[in-house]
């Protein structure tokens, strides 16, 4: 399997401080985007430590699938279950931001998104909590591969308002969950089938509330992937700004041969 990235984040327009953080380890296939926040700075402290912590933890079991994991994080680990290395990671990253909160006054309350891609086998596990997002585009289609943990997406799912409504409530910014405000936390994770040329997305709000999905598509069906990074973060800083911008791209240049089909999971396409 062979793959293209690359990852770009900017502070905005209106922001002082950077609170996102992102991750591109094209040795692990492993990218990472959180969106912090909490205090002076607990925001940007809460989202480097969700990265490195993650990252951290799925080179350990790369390493050593068998290798022996912290008991304060109760979650089952199998060797090449990959959507579980993903959940165990970001539980432990929870688990490591609330005890640093508890520790300093200066860092209570804070917290952060994380979505996560990890290749396998010519699969992507994808793991989120928050409402920062991923994206697949494949042909001429965008598609929405995490679901957001907020306020306004629970209310969009319920019926109570309509999608296009969602960028201008003032609550927009309310999420329910969170990595590290409380010790633990609920990760959604699946498994996709990858196709050669899959183009797949991570990116914080502050991208997708300033660019509309199909704007997203358009760029990216057009431009190489560092282009397409920085012309959709201009977008965004055109219209205002108002948030951090990230985002980290990756693309699928090829699939790997005789995959290991061992591994658990439930692939969808």
């Not at 005890?99 to 979505?115: F, I, R, V, W, Y």
């Not at 989120?128 to 598609?143: A, T």
Request: include cysteine; hydrophobic fraction near 35%; glycine fraction near 8%.
């Amino acid at each position: 399997m062979r793959i293209s990235s690359f990852g770009l984040s900017d502070v905005g327009c209106k922001r002082e401080k950077n609170e996102d953080s992102f991750l591109v380890d094209d040795a692990l296939h492993l990218y990472v985007l959180a969106d912090g926040m909490g205090g002076h700075v607990g925001g940007e402290f809460a989202s480097r430590l969700a990265v490195d912590t993650i990252q951290s933890t799925i080179n350990q079991l790369n390493a050593d699938p068998d290798s022996t994991l912290q008991d304060s994080v109760a979650f089952p680990v199998k060797p090449n279950d990959f959507k579980t290395w993903l959940q165990y990671s970001i539980l432990l990253a929870s688990h490591r931001i609330f005890e640093k909160a508890t520790e300093d006054n200066s860092l209570q309350g804070m917290g952060t998104t994380a979505a996560a891609f990890l290749f396998r086998n010519n699969r992507v596990y994808v793991a989120n909590v928050g409402d920062s997002r991923g994206y697949r585009i494949r042909g001429n289609k965008i598609e929405q591969l995490t679901t957001d943990h907020s306020l306004v997406g629970e209310q969009i799912r319920a019926g109570i308002i309509k999608p296009k409504d969602a960028k201008e409530h003032r609550l927009r910014n309310i999420i329910t969950r969170s990595v590290g405000f409380q010790s633990e936390v609920e990760v959604d994770a699946e498994a996709r089938a990858i196709k050669n040329g899959d183009v797949y997305l991570l990116c914080s709000d502050g991208l997708y509330n300033l660019v509309e999905d199909n704007e997203m598509l358009d760029v990216l069906t057009h431009q190489e992937l560092e282009a397409a990074s920085h012309h959709l973060i201009d977008i965004a800083k055109a219209r205002g700004g108002d948030d951090n911008i990230t985002l980290v791209l990756v693309k699928v240049d090829s699939l790997q041969n005789n995959p290991n089909e061992d591994e658990e999971s439930t692939m969808q396409c």
